[in-house]
């Protein structure tokens, strides 16, 4: 994309063989509190997307209407093919297998040591064998970075790697696509760093799309492809980090500011 697309403009044209994620006309509401209006999207396959908007304007929102968590009001959203409004529970649980998800405090079970932690998520959704199993632990912690951790607990992880062990569990079930919510919350700079860059090399070794919520801003210039500005309800604003940090539009400005 050579310049920013604002909301006023026509989106430039994608290769629709390769969309995982198509979002049109998507509306929700909670009581008269509009929430998302109109709001329009594409996630290409192996591709990185970070969406950006104020808190309360909606990103979590769009996150689980995505993932069939919450129903919209109206639109469209299919995901990998399928039609998230009108798919039965058992057809979400089939979806949400290729889907992966990074919260924003990690979510490990504290009674657990990482190698419990990683296999957990696998009880349910694979026929891979004991072998198979370890043998996927040691590659997806040596992916993170992490192999020396296999048998420690939570409690003895420090706050960046718990967010790689995190990231790790996500990836023993070789999601097509990750949702990462707020991935470098809490973090000292140079760890949030090093958790940006884990999720540029996560994408170029496992070929995943993503979807970044964050409103760090370094995190947006490493992980992103391209960017959106979820603002009053819509797609306000389109565009690589570098055509959307040189925009002179003053809701752009608000976030990118004099960000290098």
């Given at each position: 994309?050579?310049?920013?697309?604002l909301?006023?403009?026509?989106s430039?044209p994608?290769d629709?063989?390769?969309?995982v994620?198509?979002v049109?006309?998507?509306q929700k509401?909670f009581?008269?509190?509009?929430?998302l209006?109109?709001?329009?999207?594409?996630?290409?396959a192996?591709?990185?997307?970070?969406?950006?908007?104020?808190?309360?304007?909606?990103?979590?929102?769009?996150?689980?209407?995505?993932?069939?968590l919450?129903?919209?009001d109206?639109?469209?959203?299919?995901v990998?093919?399928?039609?998230?409004?009108?798919?039965?529970?058992?057809?979400l649980?089939?979806?949400?297998?290729?889907l992966?998800f990074?919260f924003q405090?990690?979510?490990?079970?504290?009674s657990?040591?990482v190698r419990?932690?990683?296999?957990f998520p696998?009880?349910k959704?694979?026929?891979?064998?004991k072998?198979?199993?370890a043998?996927?632990?040691?590659?997806?912690?040596?992916?993170?970075?992490l192999p020396?951790?296999?048998?420690?607990?939570?409690?003895e992880?420090s706050?960046g790697?718990k967010?790689?062990?995190?990231?790790?569990?996500?990836?023993?079930?070789?999601?097509?696509?990750?949702f990462?919510?707020?991935?470098?919350?809490?973090?000292?700079?140079?760890?949030?760093?090093?958790?940006?860059?884990l999720?540029?090399e996560?994408?170029?070794?496992?070929?995943?799309a993503?979807i970044?919520?964050?409103h760090?801003m370094?995190c947006?210039?490493?992980?992103?492809?391209?960017?959106?500005?979820l603002s009053?309800?819509?797609?306000?604003?389109?565009?690589?980090?570098?055509?959307?940090?040189?925009?002179?539009?003053?809701?752009v400005?608000?976030?990118f500011g004099?960000?290098?």
């Amino acid at each position: 994309m050579n310049e920013v697309t604002l909301s006023q403009a026509v989106s430039p044209p994608v290769d629709s063989s390769g969309v995982v994620i198509t979002v049109r006309h998507l509306q929700k509401s909670f009581g008269d509190h509009v929430v998302l209006r109109d709001f329009n999207f594409t996630l290409q396959a192996e591709e990185n997307l970070a969406v950006l908007g104020k808190s309360g304007s909606g990103k979590s929102v769009l996150i689980k209407c995505i993932v069939g968590l919450i129903p919209p009001d109206a639109g469209e959203i299919q995901v990998l093919g399928k039609n998230v409004p009108y798919l039965e529970h058992e057809e979400l649980d089939i979806l949400r297998r290729d889907l992966g998800f990074l919260f924003q405090w990690g979510a490990l079970y504290d009674s657990m040591t990482v190698r419990e932690n990683l296999i957990f998520p696998l009880r349910k959704h694979s026929d891979k064998t004991k072998q198979q199993i370890a043998q996927k632990v040691e590659e997806v912690l040596e992916s993170v970075g992490l192999p020396e951790a296999v048998d420690l607990m939570p409690s003895e992880l420090s706050g960046g790697m718990k967010k790689r062990i995190a990231l790790a569990r996500t990836l023993m079930l070789e999601p097509k696509i990750i949702f990462y919510d707020e991935p470098t919350t809490g973090l000292d700079p140079v760890t949030a760093k090093e958790i940006s860059e884990l999720i540029r090399e996560v994408q170029q070794q496992h070929q995943t799309a993503a979807i970044v919520i964050t409103h760090d801003m370094e995190c947006v210039k490493i992980t992103a492809d391209r960017v959106i500005l979820l603002s009053d309800g819509i797609n306000y604003a389109e565009g690589t980090y570098e055509t959307l940090r040189r925009s002179n539009d003053p809701t752009v400005k608000a976030f990118f500011g004099n960000n290098d």
